[in-house]
C-alpha cells in the first residue's frame, strides 16, 4: 500500500486489509477457499438464504438478543451509563451461533455433509455440534488435549449433541494446534468437508464470512442504542482473543466517527511478564494460520505460547481486520490482566446478578477503566459475549470457593 | 542456472529422475542431522531439501511434526538452518530450504534469499505461500538469482494451474495426493495425471512429493516425473533406531534403493 493512499475499510477481493489477511495456505485448499468465497458471496445477496437464517435466528438462536443497563455495575465504573449487549442469552450461551448457524447453512448449500471445527474453551465445538444436530451434518471437533481437560464439561455436551471430540496432543496442546489439527483434517478431506472456523482468522474468505455472520451483534445494539435511548455509545467495548465477538458489534459503528472502538485484550500475568495473550498490545506482524496479522513470535518467526486465565482467549493471533484497525487507529487495543479480568467478573456476578464468561469479563474490567476516564457522562456499549456457566469451576479455584 | 537447475539438466539427459531428500534441519540434532544427509548422498541421494522447523506446521503429517518438535526444542534457529545448508552444499549437492513462509518474513524477505545465495542453496520452497502472496518474494529470488519452487495440488484448477506453474523455477513441485506428508502404501494415481496437466503448461521440471518411501514407488514415479522427493521415510530410520550408527547404514540403504528406482 502507498503511503499516498487513503486507507480503505472495506477487504479488497483476495481478502486484504490493509497489508493485513490474504491467503497463507496449502496450495490444495485453494480450490476450496475459491468456492466458500463464491458461496458466501451469492448467499449474501440470496434473500432466501438470508430469511432462512434470520428465521432461524429468530426461533432457534434467540434473537434480537437484549440490551440491558447495568445500572449498579456502573457505579464500579466511574458512574457512566453502561449497556451491555446480551450474546450471553443465545441458544448455546454466547455470540458464537450467529457465525455457527451461517456457516453451517452455507455447508449445506455447497451440498457438503460433514463439518470440522476446532475449539479452545469449547463454546465454538459446543455451537458446531448444536448445528450439525439441527441441520443433520456429521461433526469432528478438534480440541487441545489440555483444554479436553480444563474444560470437560463442554466435551460432555459435545459428545451428548452427536459430534466426535478429537484431543490433540501436537505442540503445545491447545487451542493453536487444534486449528493446525483442523487444517491437516480439511487438506485430507476437503472434498467432502466445510472447516467451520470459529473466529475472524484464518485464510480469506473467512476473516470476512464470520464478521459478516456477527455484524447482526453490532446491527441490532446501534439501532437499539438509538431506539431505547436515543443515543450512540461514546464507546463500544469487547473482548478480543481472534475477535469475533467484538468484530461482529465493531463493525456497524466503524463509519460513527465519534463512536471510539475498543478491544481488550487477553494479558495474562501481564505484557511485561511475558506470559499474556495480548497479540496487538505485545506482538508483532506475522503470518499464522493463513492469515498475516499480529503474532506472537519469537525472533526465528516461530510461534510463541499465550497464556490466559480465559481459554477463549488464549490465542497467539489475532483477526486481520483488527491488525488492520489498529494500525489506521479507527480502534485501541488495550491489555487487560487475569486479575482485573477476574475483579469485574466477581463485580458484574454481584452487582447484576449476571455471570459473565471469563472472556466477557475482560471488556467488563475494560469497561471500568474507561468509565472512570469518561466520568458520570459516558455512556459505553460492552459486548456481553458469553455466560460464565463453564467457568464456573475455574472460578471457584479461583476465588478459592469449596464445591 | 542454480545448481538445481543444472542437476535437473544433467539427470534429464541421462533418461533418469532426480532423487530428491528431504530433512528438517537440526533433526535429531545439528550434528546428526549433517550426519545424516551426508548418508544420504552416499547412499545416491541427487539433492537435499532441508526443512526449516516451524511452530506451526499444517502441511506436515506427525511424522515431519514429530521431528520439527524435536528441533525446535533443540533450539534450532535460522543460523543453524543456514549453517545445515552450506553444510550440504560442501557435500557436492545443490540443496534448497522448505519453509513455511513466517520465518522468511521474520528473518527479512530479500535478506533470507541473500543469505540463501550466499550460503551457496539453490532455491526455496514455500509451501503455504499462495502465488497472489508471493510477488515481493519471487522478486527477491530474482535478484539473488534462486529458485522459487511452488507445490501445485490436484485441486488446483484448470484456470490456475499455469499462473502457479509460471511463478516457479527450478522445478515444480506435484502434491501427489490430497493429504499431508508421510508415508503412503501406494502413490496416488493422481500423480501421473498431474504431472502431465503441468507439463502441457511448462518445459520446467516436475518433482512429485507426498508418500514416496521405497524403490517401487520411486520407480514408478520416476516413469512420468524428473524428480521424485523422499521426506518421512528417511525421517523415519531415524526414529526407528536408537542406534544413530545404525540409523546412518538404514539412511544410505534406503537412499541406494531409491537411487536405484529413479533410474528405471
Same mark, same amino acid.
Given at each position: ?35 466458500? *468465497? ?11 438464504? &438470508?430469511? &432462512? ?58 451440498? $457438503? $455433509? ?67 489439527? !483442523? ?7 476437503? !472434498? *467432502? ?30 439501532? &437499539? ?21 467484538? @468484530? ?30 495480548? *497479540? ?12 498475516? *496479522? ?41 491489555? @487487560?490482566?487475569?486479575? &482485573? ?12 446478578? @449476571? ?9 467488563? !474490567? ?38 | ?14 533418461? %533418469? ?40 506446521? +499444517? ?46 518474513? %521474520?528473518? /527479512? ?28 518474494? %519471487? ?12 507445490? +501445485? ?35 496416488? /494415481? ?17 518433482? +512429485? /512429493?507426498? /508418500? ?23 525421517? %523415519? ?28
Amino acid at each position: 500500500m502507498s503511503s499516498a493512499t487513503t486507507p480503505t475499510l472495506v477487504e479488497d477481493f483476495l481478502g486484504h486489509f490493509g497489508p493485513y489477511g490474504g491467503r497463507f495456505v496449502p496450495e490444495a485448499l485453494i480450490s476450496a477457499l475459491d468456492e466458500l *468465497t463464491q458461496a458466501h458471496e451469492s448467499a449474501k445477496r440470496d434473500p432466501e438464504f &438470508q430469511n &432462512q437464517l434470520a428465521e432461524l435466528h429468530r426461533t432457534y438462536t434467540g434473537r434480537p438478543s437484549i440490551l440491558t443497563e447495568a445500572k449498579r455495575f456502573a457505579e464500579h465504573a466511574g458512574g457512566a451509563r453502561i449497556f451491555l449487549k446480551r450474546e450471553d442469552l443465545n441458544h448455546t450461551g454466547s455470540h458464537k451461533i450467529n457465525n455457527v448457524l451461517g456457516q453451517a447453512l452455507l455447508t449445506k448449500r455447497m451440498g $457438503k $455433509k460433514r463439518i470440522i471445527a476446532e475449539t479452545g474453551a469449547g463454546q465454538h465445538g459446543v455451537a458446531s455440534a448444536t448445528a450439525a444436530a439441527l441441520l443433520g451434518l456429521e461433526c469432528v471437533v478438534y480440541m487441545g488435549e489440555a483444554d479436553t481437560k480444563r474444560q470437560a464439561l463442554n466435551v460432555a455436551r459435545m459428545k451428548l449433541l452427536g459430534a466426535q471430540v478429537i484431543p490433540v496432543t501436537q505442540g503445545s496442546k491447545t487451542l493453536k494446534d487444534a486449528i493446525n489439527e !483442523a487444517m491437516r483434517d480439511w487438506v485430507t478431506n476437503v !472434498a *467432502t468437508t466445510h472447516y467451520l472456523l470459529g473466529t475472524v482468522a484464518g485464510p480469506h474468505p473467512f476473516p470476512t464470512m464470520v464478521r459478516d455472520f456477527h455484524r447482526v451483534i453490532g446491527v441490532e445494539a446501534r439501532a &437499539q442504542m438509538l431506539e431505547e435511548f436515543g443515543r450512540l455509545p461514546d464507546a463500544v467495548l469487547a473482548c478480543v482473543g481472534g475477535g469475533s465477538n467484538a @468484530i461482529g458489534i465493531f463493525h456497524p459503528f466503524i463509519g460513527d466517527a465519534n463512536v471510539r472502538l475498543i478491544g481488550l485484550e487477553a494479558g495474562g500475568s501481564g505484557i511485561e511478564s511475558g506470559k499474556h495473550a495480548s *497479540t496487538i498490545s505485545g506482538g508483532s506482524a506475522g503470518v499464522l494460520h493463513g492469515t498475516r *496479522t499480529y503474532v506472537l513470535q519469537d525472533e526465528n518467526g516461530q510461534t510463541v505460547e499465550s497464556h490466559s486465565i480465559s481459554a477463549g482467549l488464549d490465542y497467539p493471533g489475532v483477526g486481520p481486520e483488527h491488525a488492520f484497525l489498529h494500525d489506521i487507529g479507527r480502534a485501541e487495543y488495550r491489555s @487487560i490482566t487475569d486479575a &482485573q479480568a477476574m475483579e469485574a467478573f466477581s463485580i458484574l456476578c454481584k452487582s447484576e446478578g @449476571i455471570i459473565p464468561a471469563i472472556e466477557t469479563a475482560h471488556a467488563l !474490567a475494560g469497561a471500568m477503566i474507561i468509565g472512570k476516564e469518561l466520568g458520570p457522562s459516558g455512556c459505553l456499549l460492552i459486548n456481553l459475549s458469553g455466560r460464565g456457566d463453564k467457568d464456573v469451576a475455574t472460578a471457584a479455584e479461583y476465588f478459592k470457593i469449596e464445591l | 542456472m542454480t545448481a538445481l537447475s543444472n542437476l535437473l539438466v544433467k539427470t534429464q539427459a541421462e533418461n %533418469r529422475a532426480a532423487l530428491i531428500g528431504y530433512l528438517p534441519a537440526g533433526f535429531p540434532t545439528k550434528e546428526k542431522c549433517i550426519l545424516a544427509i551426508k548418508a544420504m548422498v552416499t547412499g545416491g541421494v541427487d539433492a537435499i531439501e532441508i526443512g526449516y522447523p516451524y511452530s506451526d506446521p +499444517v502441511m506436515d503429517g506427525p511424522v515431519i511434526q514429530a521431528a520439527a518438535e524435536q528441533s525446535l526444542a533443540n533450539g534450532t534457529s535460522a543460523s543453524d538452518v543456514f549453517d545445515i545448508l552450506a553444510a550440504t552444499v560442501a557435500l557436492g549437492v545443490p540443496a534448497v530450504i522448505m519453509t513455511y513462509w513466517n520465518p522468511i518474513e %521474520r528473518f /527479512g524477505i530479500e535478506k533470507f534469499a541473500a543469505e540463501l545465495a550466499k550460503r551457496g542453496g539453490s532455491g526455496v520452497i514455500t509451501p503455504d505461500l499462495t502465488i497472489e502472496e508471493s510477488a515481493t518474494w %519471487r522478486s527477491a529470488c530474482a535478484k539473488s538469482d534462486i529458485n522459487s519452487i511452488y507445490v +501445485v495440488a490436484p485441486s488446483t484448477s484448470d484456470a490456475r494451474l499455469p499462473k502457479v506453474v509460471e511463478a516457479c523455477s527450478g522445478f515444480v513441485y506435484a502434491a501427489s495426493l490430497m493429504g499431508v506428508t508421510g508415508t503412503r502404501g501406494s502413490v496416488s /494415481g493422481n500423480a501421473s495425471e498431474l504431472v502431465a496437466r503441468i507439463k502441457s503448461h511448462t518445459s520446467t521440471p516436475v518433482a +512429485v /512429493g507426498l /508418500g514416496v518411501s521405497n524403490g517401487a514407488q520411486a520407480k514408478e514415479v520416476a516413469q512420468y516425473a524428473d524428480g521424485v522427493i523422499v521426506g518421512s521415510a528417511f525421517i %523415519r530410520k531415524l526414529q526407528e533406531n536408537d542406534n544413530f550408527d545404525r540409523a546412518l547404514e538404514a539412511i544410505t540403504a534406503l537412499a541406494k534403493e531409491l537411487a536405484i528406482g529413479v533410474r528405471r
